[in-house]
């Protein structure tokens, strides 16, 4: 944050005018570490009036918004899973890994542990697919028997139906995901014209006025120059 003379209010200006005269022959660093220091009063004071809105606003996070919040984290521990499980069959594919049978044991494990914890309703469905095609070219054989064939009919109709709730389920996540999305931006506008209410009352009630920073800052730059008297004697 760039600090210019504008950015103090009047008192500051006047007091540190009064110190200036003073100050003459007080050594640089003090007069700088004295600058420093009433600077940083005001801006603690500014700081904390800026920051309050920001602080309400994060404080008060909306079930819809936590529901969303919930859905992006788990896909971005999704990704990262399977982030991860690609690094495991590259290095399990690399013929330059001089692999011990243990350590393409542990890989093999962590990667087995991957796979179940991120698979997604589409991963699910990919392989329903993958089930079904097989069954399919399983058909072509003109070697098997009546019912063979019946039960191969059987399972592919089966899985035909699984693939059809899996495809409806994904249908509903997404529209429910669309719909914390608009449930959340509604619910925004609520909460922050009820924050924008609250912090309307609060610069109503007392606060901190400019005697008080004045009084700070004066203490502090006071303090600065006793310490740079004493020094010189």
Do not use: W
């Not at 007080?26 to 920051?51: F, M, N």
């Not at 991860?84 to 243990?102: F, G, K, M, P, Q």
């Not at 009919?153 to 035909?160: A, R, T, V, W």
């Not at 409806?168 to 014209?193: H, I, P, S, Y």
């Amino acid at each position: 944050m760039k600090i210019s003379n504008n950015t103090f209010p009047s008192f500051v200006h006047q007091t540190m005018a009064q110190k200036t005269e003073g100050a003459k022959n007080v050594p640089e660093h003090a007069a700088t570490a004295c600058l420093s220091r009433a600077a940083d009063v005001y801006i603690s004071q500014a700081g904390k009036e800026l920051s309050a809105a920001a602080r309400l606003r994060a404080d008060q996070e909306t079930n819809a918004e936590s529901q969303l919040h919930e859905i992006r984290s788990h896909k971005e521990q999704v990704a990262s899973d399977k982030q991860r499980i690609a690094e495991i069959d590259d290095t399990l594919n690399d013929e330059d890994n001089r692999l011990t049978d243990s350590d393409r044991e542990t890989l093999l494990k962590e990667r087995d542990e991957l796979s179940k914890r991120s698979k997604t309703p589409e991963d699910q469905l990919h392989e329903t697919y993958q089930q079904i095609r097989a069954l399919q070219k399983k058909q072509e054989n003109e070697a098997l028997t009546r019912g063979d064939a019946a039960l191969i009919d059987q399972q592919i109709g089966d899985l035909s139906i699984s693939a059809q709730k899996q495809q409806d389920a994904l249908k509903k996540q997404g529209k429910d995901e669309e719909l914390f999305m608009q449930q959340a931006l509604q619910e925004r506008v609520e909460q922050d014209a009820k924050t924008k209410e609250t912090l309307a009352k609060q610069e109503e009630a007392p606060s901190a006025t400019p005697s008080v920073q004045e009084s700070l800052l004066q203490s502090t730059m006071a303090a600065v120059s006793k310490n740079v008297t004493d020094d010189n004697h």
